[in-house]
């Protein structure tokens, strides 16, 4: 249970509608703690929603193994039958809101890119979280949090997600959006505000510097921080719409040190990354960094506008 967080200052640009389009929050408002708690209590008055065990939902599974497959940048992060098959055993008994599932449905169909990020944020942030984390219900609580982080992007126009081209100010500022939108609809379908998913889902674009977004503080929660790497790992490492090659796993991980460096990211969540793309796989506490720049950025890549 995290503690309360003080939203008050935060004004909606755009509204945020459940995934069966129904209007939570409507734009302009401001997230203070009666519209918090008309969220919680817009559910409280129904019943809980029955829980599904996500990974075990039609072909989630099924599709994971496909993903990793056919993604030469994960051959050697999933290579270590051991720590996959345990990881697999923590990711099968996640549970969350059945509804939320649709929102998985939806990116599948209609912005693949997405889909296969979430899945692949949800598998890796697990597999960090057991080298990083020491208690067990700890490790669960952070896996917790990887499929629901994007939540918010249901908020956001596809035609800005699927978009090739730079985004303007304005479309940039609507997808920055999902932070705060999965924040709300998280709270909707947990019915409760101060719990991790909802955490996650608004802070994982901060950065330790303050740099982030949406309320640019410094982040400092070693667990979030997990999600924020494996996130922008996977950014840099995976086809996007706007970008006809992705980095290859030296330059991003590269690009990755080099944030750490700057203070954005944990060294421990980034040392912990790099060993699961060293073949011996070395506790991230045995990691050496090399300084050497080899990795080769590709052509018209548009990171800086990159918003995973
Ligand atoms: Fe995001
Ligand atoms: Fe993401």
């Known amino acids: 249970m995290q503690k309360e967080l003080n939203l008050a ?4 640009e755009y509204p945020v509608h459940t995934i069966s389009k129904k209007l939570l929050v409507p734009a302009g408002a401001r997230l203070d ?14 019943d809980k929603y ?9 072909t989630l599974m099924d599709d994971f193994f496909n993903i990793i497959k056919t993604s030469a940048h994960y051959s050697v992060i999933f290579s ?3 720590s996959v098959k345990s990881m697999l055993e923590i990711i099968t008994g996640i549970e969350i809101p059945a509804p939320i599932i649709s929102y998985l449905e939806y990116f599948k169909i ?8 979430i899945l692949l944020v949800f598998t890796l942030s697990t597999l960090l979280a057991m080298d990083l984390i020491k208690d067990k219900n700890k490790i669960i609580e952070a896996s917790i949090a990887g499929p629901t982080h994007d939540f918010g992007k249901l908020s956001v126009p596809l035609s800005i ?3 090739d081209t730079p985004l303007s100010v304005k479309e940039k500022s609507y997808l920055q959006h999902h932070s705060i939108a999965g924040f709300v609809l998280l709270t909707y379908y947990f019915q409760e505000s101060s719990h991790f998913p909802g955490l996650v889902a608004l802070q994982h674009h901060e950065r330790r510097d303050g740099s982030g977004y949406p309320l640019g503080i410094f982040l400092d929660n070693p ?11 996977d950014a840099l490492v995976s086809p996007r719409p706007y970008r006809p090659m992705s980095f290859d796993n030296r330059s991003a991980l590269e690009e990755i040190t080099h944030m750490a ?20 796989q070395p506790h991230f506490q045995d990691c050496s960094i090399s300084k050497e720049t080899r990795g080769e950025i590709p052509g018209k890549n548009l990171y800086g506008k990159i918003i995973s």
């Open 9 to 12: 200052n935060i004004r909606l």
């Open 80 to 82: 270590d039958d051991k």
């Open 50 to 58: 029955p829980l599904i065990r996500i990974m075990l939902h039609d």
């Open 223 to 233: 667990m979030v921080e997990i999600v924020v790497a494996c996130d922008i790992y």
């Open 161 to 163: 997600l699927t978009k």
């Open 110 to 117: 209609h912005e693949y890119y997405t889909y296969r990020h």
């Open 261 to 280: 460096e700057q203070n954005k990211l944990s060294w421990d969540v980034v040392k912990a990354l790099i060993a699961k793309n060293r073949k011996t």
């Open 33 to 46: 703690q009666d519209i918090i708690n008309s969220l919680r209590a817009n559910n409280k008055n129904n």
